[in-house]
């Protein structure tokens, strides 16, 4: 099993190819029903702010995971750096597990924090993509090789983990959102919202949350582009993984 979280599907298009690659199922852990999860190869998570998800941080802290035979590896996928994000998926799992892992990789994708990241000019996202390819043979090749160690690639120093927990703190506040007029009530917001951090009020999206993941899956998926999260979203557009259905 290789367990996964996603919020605009480069993790989950990642870990489809890989569970194809060596014959596993590929697993949401949104959608992990049970605290003890055994006959795990591997995890796949994105990189928010040099480290990793909260929902992620939490997932590893309080389930019991016991690792398939022979090595347990980890994937992060990253637009710029994956900063230390590997190193807190680490102490997460430590933690809740005392285990770690046996081998560490890393896809470069489009980064889709657009706050910050333009995704507007499909072309060049498209080229991103067809990039991460060649990446992400790569790691099924290690993979299936039964790689171990750090293949994290434009890693940052480990001074990068004292800024992870107090940016993300920041970046988590879920009064930076607004939603249009565009919005026409339906509710894919709140479904999809890993963390039910999203209620319907009055037929508009209420966030009931001071903080969330922020994976910012609402604003991606909404099909009228009404969710904005600050002033420059709007036009740097909106971005799902062409590959699989998120």
């Known amino acids: ?3 996964y979280f996603s919020a605009t599907g480069n993790c989950k298009y990642v870990a489809k190819r890989i569970a ?5 199922e590929f697993v949401s852990i949104a959608d992990v029903d049970s605290q003890k999860v055994e006959g795990v190869h591997g995890i796949v998570a994105p990189t928010y702010s040099w ?3 909260s929902i992620l941080q939490e997932f590893l ?15 992060t996928t990253f637009g710029t750096t994956p900063g ?20 560490l990789f890393s ?9 910050i990241f333009d995704l507007s000019d499909e072309r060049v996202v498209a080229k991103k993509n067809e990039k991460a390819e060649k990446q992400i043979d790569e790691v099924v090749t ?7 160690g750090n293949h994290v690639k434009r890693k940052m120093p480990a001074i990068a983990r004292v800024v992870y927990p107090r940016f993300y703190d920041g970046m988590r506040r879920t009064s930076n959102f607004s939603v249009e007029e565009s919005c026409i009530s339906c509710g894919i917001c709140a479904k999809k919202c890993p963390v039910q951090a999203i209620e319907m009020k009055d037929g508009r999206p209420t966030w009931v949350f001071d903080q969330c993941v922020m994976c910012l899956g609402c604003l991606h998926r909404c099909p009228k582009f009404a ?3 600050g002033k420059n979203t709007k036009k740097h557009g909106q971005y799902r993984n062409p590959h699989v259905k998120i």
């Open 1 to 3: 099993m290789i367990l």
């Open 20 to 24: 194809e690659a060596i014959g596993t």
């Open 51 to 53: 480290g990793i998800p």
């Open 61 to 75: 802290q309080t389930h019991e995971i016991s690792k398939a035979a022979p090595s347990l590896f980890y994937v």
């Open 84 to 103: 230390q994000s590997f190193y807190w998926a680490e102490k997460a799992l430590k933690a809740g597990s005392g285990i770690k892992f046996d081998a």
């Open 107 to 115: 896809v470069q994708m489009p980064d889709t924090w657009t706050p």
């Open 142 to 148: 290690m993979i299936k090789s039964g790689a171990t």
């Open 227 to 229: 969710i904005q999260y």
